[in-house]
């Protein structure tokens, strides 16, 4: 299993400032992902990020409004930029511990943007 | 995109009754997984189930998969009212992302 810790765990801001969301794994692993869960919704997948390569986005998220690092195999940022109300979501990031094994989630960063 | 429905959107139900929650997808996949929220908070992994499987059990969980519907069910024993919470299933494609189904809201009476 994996223990995976992010923050902040809740944030609210005003629209136009960005926010870094922190994650970071009690050990090392190859793929982190970052997920949107939107109010009342499921979850989205915004990008993976695998260290030592650049982030690979899904359709309809971009590097420019999401960019994200990956320094190193414990650690990951989200960047949220030039935020607008309809960002106002739990952002959640997970990792996999091996090959076809569970993805663990981390406790997620409620984010209200005003 | 979503990957599929979850089965019923919403669910409520008595303390000791058993609770069934079915989920379809849409592409071949290599495992499915059930994962449960309380109240927008982080995601609980409850159980995994690779394609190769047909069923699997954890505790008072029962989880089946069949690949030719495409679909799986996760079936919820003697339920109590600490299981309120969201229900989501979740398929790995050979990506190793997930895609989360539209989930269901289960609410246990005491």
């Known amino acids: 299993s994996a223990v995976i810790s992010q923050k902040p765990s809740r944030d609210i801001c005003q629209r136009g400032t960005s926010l870094t969301i922190q994650c970071q794994v009690d050990s090392q692993v190859t793929m982190m992902f970052w997920y949107r869960q939107q109010p009342g919704q499921s979850l989205t997948l915004i990008a993976t990020?695998?260290?030592?390569?650049?982030?690979?986005?899904e359709s309809g998220f971009v590097i420019d409004k999401f960019p994200i690092s990956r320094p190193n195999l414990t650690f990951s940022t989200l960047t949220v930029s030039n935020m607008s109300p309809e960002d106002s979501s739990i952002y959640l990031c997970?990792?996999?511990?091996?090959?076809?094994?569970?993805?663990?989630f981390g406790p997620g960063t409620r984010l209200l943007v005003l | 995109s979503q990957q599929g429905e979850e089965d019923p959107q919403a669910l409520s139900i008595q303390e000791g009754e058993n609770a069934t929650m079915n989920c379809s997808y849409k592409t071949s996949i290599n495992n499915l997984q059930w994962y449960r929220q309380n109240s927008g908070r982080g995601l609980v992994h409850l159980i995994l189930?690779?394609?190769?499987?047909r069923e699997k059990h954890s505790g008072r969980l029962r989880v089946t998969l069949d690949t030719s519907k495409k679909s799986s069910s996760l079936l919820i024993t003697a339920s109590r009212a600490a299981d309120t919470a969201s229900y989501f299933c979740?398929?790995?494609?050979?990506?190793?992302?997930?895609?989360f189904g539209s989930g269901t809201r289960l609410q246990v009476q005491p």
């Open positions: 189930i690779r394609s190769n499987e």
């Open positions: 979740a398929t790995d494609t050979g990506r190793r992302a997930l895609t």
């Open positions: 990020a695998n260290q030592g390569s650049e982030a690979t986005y």
């Open positions: 997970s990792v996999e511990t091996g090959y076809q094994e569970t993805q663990y």
